[in-house]
């Protein structure tokens, strides 16, 4: 991730990006959480924000937040393409881990124009999702999500699927590949502890206790059981 001190200003299309991804989760992006998301200072959020906003690519709001416009929308999603389809190149193709195909993609999805993710997409088989599970958006800009709830709504005793990691942070996602937490992967909530406490997860008998904010992360679906299965837990 990008440290503060390192005075690495972020590209404009990095800025869609992070406010796309703001947006989707609660409809608007606060400057603070830019400034976090980018590890910027406020003062270059802030004037970058006025800059977009005279191009006609997000809104801002006072005290609110900033959204980002059709044009920006449309321009947010065709960045996210390219770097969900670089994702997959990378570790379908190139054999990266995905942890670190997040930070390398990022580097590829600006070196990339429509006509090469196209012919990229075509060489992948065309895939509907990310290797976190996130939806690759269509070259027409539709973006389709898996159904899912997050993992901090699930009940216990309940088994799931893991369908997508919301935040691509690479040393986060190290740490859910140590615990085998990845999409596809089936898991019981075992325990829920009181007052925001960790959860339990039962993943192939073994058992992990997690955070509610890296719980925030994980999408789930119910679990669809195969004929001759045994259970989550290993009975």
């Not at 955070?211 to 290993?234: C, F, H, Q, T, Y």
Request: hydrophobic content about 35%; charged content about 30%.
């Amino acid at each position: 991730m990008r440290a503060l001190e390192a005075e690495v200003t972020p590209t404009i299309e990095e800025y869609l990006e992070a406010i796309y991804k703001l947006q989707s989760k609660q409809g608007v992006a606060k400057t603070s959480e830019i400034v976090e998301a980018l590890k910027v200072a406020i003062g270059t959020v802030t004037n970058t924000v006025e800059r977009l906003e005279r191009d006609g690519l997000l809104v801002h709001e006072p005290y609110k937040g900033v959204k980002l416009t059709k044009k920006g929308l449309e321009l947010a999603l065709r960045i996210i393409r390219r770097h969900r389809l670089s994702e997959k190149l990378l570790t379908d193709f190139i054999g990266l881990d995905w942890a670190r195909a997040h930070e390398e993609a990022c580097r590829l999805e600006h070196g990339i124009g429509d006509y090469v993710a196209d012919r990229l997409e075509e060489a992948l088989g065309n895939p509907k999702t990310c290797p976190h599970g996130n939806p690759i958006p269509s070259r027409t800009g539709k973006i389709q999500e898996q159904e899912a709830i997050s993992l901090l709504d699930a009940t216990i005793g309940e088994d799931l699927e893991i369908v997508r990691i919301s935040e691509e942070d690479e040393d986060m996602l190290h740490y859910l590949d140590c615990l085998s937490l990845k999409p596809g992967v089936a898991l019981r909530v075992g325990e829920k502890a009181p007052f925001d406490g960790p959860i339990t997860l039962i993943v192939d008998g073994r058992r992990h206790s997690i955070g509610n904010k890296v719980a925030s992360l994980l999408w789930v679906k119910p679990l669809e059981r195969r004929g001759g299965e045994g259970g989550i837990d290993g009975n």
